[in-house]
């Protein structure tokens, strides 16, 4: 009997002990893959990088990989023209295809705010371009853009002297890409927007109709600014987007040395890292540019978020 | 073979190709147990044009147990991927092609290829020069094995030259350039009563690589020393090039881009820089223009672009099967197959002369004797030094002139051009 009590104290305490143990470090486990896969995907590589970057290893010369140049690379890239270029290319088309894409999402997500006709329909394709891939994105607009017998040219031919082409300067490149990125994203952020703006009360709507609110008054009145947490996650997740682009330009260049157009006239950073690293194999130089575009979207990144947070709390 | 791809349609060739070979690998392994699945990564149009793999169906007809697949993708994306899957130690397919401007790239990396000196093959069937190009120094490691070389001539449109009052005979259009001087003032004739739209050639990176072909030393010496900057056979080409561009002869089709391919079915030029794998590539591209092209002689009479050899990485899981089908694609037999159906020309001396090579006539180019003037432009043409940044350099100077006919000026792309190959190849 008395065997047989203490054996049962000793099991409520080894459950109570497992129970303790339960509540402290399950939560870590449940957690813990995500950490696990960032730390293999995500710090793994970004510590790896930064090893690499300190050398100067090229595939082709071989014994290159375990020589350390200290960060020679990183001064090389800083008086680097092109890599300036690569950053004016980058932040432009930024521009060119950020501002637009969110303006127009705006506009769209309002229009499909209205009680229409098949929204559902409608709702679901303005996202039909987000889930096209890129690829196919790129395959047609070379073709829209393209100078001998492309769309756009053809619908210009009555105002201009000679056909445009379009990968010759910068401004043009620039706008056809900007152009295929707003293509692609532009649905997305509208229903980013959309849902956002089915949360706002209906009454406010109604009550400012009865004072007497235009329905454009009421957009910028009302819909703009319950947004604005919305609109402010939009801009920098776009943001960190335009730094990071890489499949436009790529699929819009016609050099084969990923130079993105003749004289790099579209060449975003990661396209030059691309072309450092794998077209002219300088896997240390690729790998300098690839931690300092890393630095460069932290602190864009850290700049939105203060810039964000303050415009929120102003409100 | 070629020295560029069709970059889209590689594209989807590439998904296609890789879906069938996941259902390949997952139906295949288990059927018989001594069936092996071969894969072979190829650019542009090597050992066949798109869609027609009758190279690869006869030999599994000979060889049951081998199943080949194909796998297509466009020139820079080929040897990038190939490099990326060589540092890696895993992802390369049985057998990988390479071209011999880039070879050089690879020879630093023998052990990462199978040495075919071990493999019985008879390396006295090519030239000492051809051999040497995917040689380690010391000769003790080969790493592919030739299938094919590019010779030199100009391929040219007969109708074109019709409608310009240029004779269309092609010993008579041949004696309008015997160098390329002749060949640029040439076009400004062609210019003068042209059909409207219609240029002299393609691109001025391929009249820049043609005036080349003809050298020995260009952009490396034999000590492997980089001379772009010193050596005057370079600067002598751009120059001659620059001026045919601001001549307005150049249709400043990207190369081997789809607007390039367009342009042949378009009829956008008349004539093209024409190595014997180019044949292929006109064929595949614009296959209605049959009976309107003709091949004449290159200017200078002599020279190469391209070629290719077939590899095996040591990072295969069947090198000797691997090997054996090497050894196969790459035997004259299958060679002088191909000059016959595609165009590429092989690689071995030996064939030129049989009569099954120096008698055939190419029907889409008019009948023009293709085994004749590949050799012909082979005979006198130097052994090129090539070094391990031949291929990026080339294709610099490719961008510096497209960049000329977008309008920049020649010297502010020259200076350009030298900063590159600096940071690429200094």
């Not at chain 1, 559902?120 to 017998?149: C, E, H, K, W």
């Not at chain 2, 392994?29 to 190829?42: F, H, K, P, W, Y």
């Not at chain 2, 540092?87 to 052990?111: C, K, R, S």
Request: hydrophobic share 45%; glycine share 10%; net charge neutral.
């Amino acid at each position: 009997m008395t065997q047989g009590v203490q054996r049962s104290r000793g099991r409520q305490r080894w459950r109570s002990r497992l129970h303790r143990l339960d509540r402290s470090v399950s939560p870590y486990l449940y957690v813990s893959p995500f950490f696990l896969l960032f730390a293999v995907f995500g710090l793994f590589p970004l510590a790896y990088t930064a090893v690499i970057s300190t050398t100067a290893w090229s595939p082709r010369k071989p014994g290159s990989a375990d020589v350390s140049v200290g960060l020679d690379n990183y001064t090389t890239l800083f008086a680097d023209e092109n890599f300036h270029n690569a950053l004016i290319n980058t932040l432009g088309i930024g521009l060119l295809s950020t501002g637009p894409q969110l303006l127009l999402a705006l506009g769209i997500a309002h229009l499909l705010n209205y009680r229409l006709r098949g929204r559902i329909v409608l709702r679901m394709g303005v996202l039909l371009p987000y889930v096209t891939s890129v690829a196919a994105v790129a395959l047609i607009f070379n073709q829209i853009f393209a100078r001998d017998f492309g769309l756009v040219n053809w619908f210009l031919q009555p105002f201009a002297d000679s056909p445009i082409d379009w990968r010759a300067d910068e401004w043009s490149s620039w706008t056809a890409v900007a152009v295929m990125v707003t293509w692609h994203w532009t649905g997305y952020n509208a229903l980013i927007y959309l849902a956002a703006m089915q949360t706002i009360p209906y009454d406010l709507y109604e009550s400012a109709s009865i004072d007497g609110a235009s329905k454009w008054q009421q957009f910028w009145h009302i819909t703009v600014p319950s947004l604005r947490p919305t609109i402010i996650f939009t801009v920098i997740v776009s943001t960190i987007g335009a730094l990071q682009l890489f499949a436009e330009p790529f699929l819009f260049d016609a050099t084969r040395n990923n130079n993105g157009g003749s004289q790099r006239q579209f060449q975003t950073i990661v396209l030059y890292l691309y072309q450092q690293f794998w077209t002219n194999g300088r896997y240390g130089y690729g790998a300098a540019i690839a931690w300092t575009l890393f630095l460069i979207t932290v602190v864009i990144a850290a700049i939105n978020f203060l810039l964000a947070r303050r415009i929120s709390s102003t409100k | 073979m070629p020295n560029a791809g069709r970059p889209m349609r590689a594209v989807v060739a590439t998904l296609a190709v890789s879906a069938l070979a996941l259902t390949a690998c997952g139906g295949g392994e288990t059927a018989q147990s001594g069936d092996v699945t071969l894969t072979i990564n190829v650019f542009g149009d090597n050992f066949s044009l798109p869609d027609n793999r009758t190279v690869y169906d006869e030999y599994e007809r000979t060889h049951p147990s081998v199943k080949i697949v194909e796998n297509r993708s466009d020139f820079g994306t080929h040897h990038k991927n190939l490099q990326a899957r060589l540092t890696a130690g895993n992802g390369a397919a049985d057998l990988e092609v390479v071209e011999v401007g880039q070879v050089a790239g690879f020879i630093g990396q023998p052990d990462k290829f199978v040495n075919f000196r071990g493999e019985g093959v008879d390396t006295a069937q090519w030239t000492d020069a051809i051999v040497a190009r995917a040689s380690t120094a010391d000769k003790d490691a080969l790493i592919g094995l030739p299938t094919d070389i590019g010779g030199l001539a100009v391929c040219y449109r007969t109708d074109l030259f019709a409608a310009a009052g240029l004779p269309t005979d092609r010993a008579a259009v041949s004696a309008l350039w015997p160098t390329w001087k002749d060949y640029v003032d040439t076009g400004t004739k062609f210019l003068e009563k042209a059909p409207s739209g219609v240029k002299w050639f393609d691109a001025g990176g391929h009249v820049f690589t043609g005036i080349l072909g003809g050298e020995k030393e260009t952009f490396y010496d034999a000590g492997g020393e980089l001379i772009v900057e010193r050596n005057p056979a370079v600067r002598a080409a751009w120059d001659l090039s620059v001026k045919a561009i601001k001549a307005g002869q150049s249709a400043a089709l990207p190369e081997f881009s789809p607007e390039w391919n367009t342009g042949f079915q378009r009829g956008q030029f008349a004539t093209v820089t024409c190595p014997a794998w180019m044949m292929g590539y006109i064929q595949g591209n614009a296959a209605e223009t049959t009976g309107k092209w003709d091949i004449a002689k290159i200017p200078g009479g002599s020279g190469n672009w391209g070629g290719s050899y077939v590899t095996v990485p040591s990072q295969g899981k069947h090198l000797k099967a691997s090997v054996e089908l090497a050894k196969w694609l790459t035997a004259p037999e299958q060679n002088v197959k191909l000059f016959k159906t595609i165009g590429n020309f092989p690689s071995q001396q030996s064939t030129w002369k049989t009569p099954e090579v120096a008698g055939f006539a190419s029907p889409f180019f008019n009948n023009a004797p293709a085994g004749t003037i590949f050799p012909d432009s082979l005979a006198g043409a130097p052994a090129q030094v090539v070094g391990p940044e031949s291929g990026v350099i080339g294709n610099i100077f490719a961008a510096a002139l497209n960049s000329v006919e977008q309008g920049t000026s020649p010297e502010e792309a020259w200076s350009r051009t030298l900063a590159d190959i600096k940071a690429a190849a200094g």
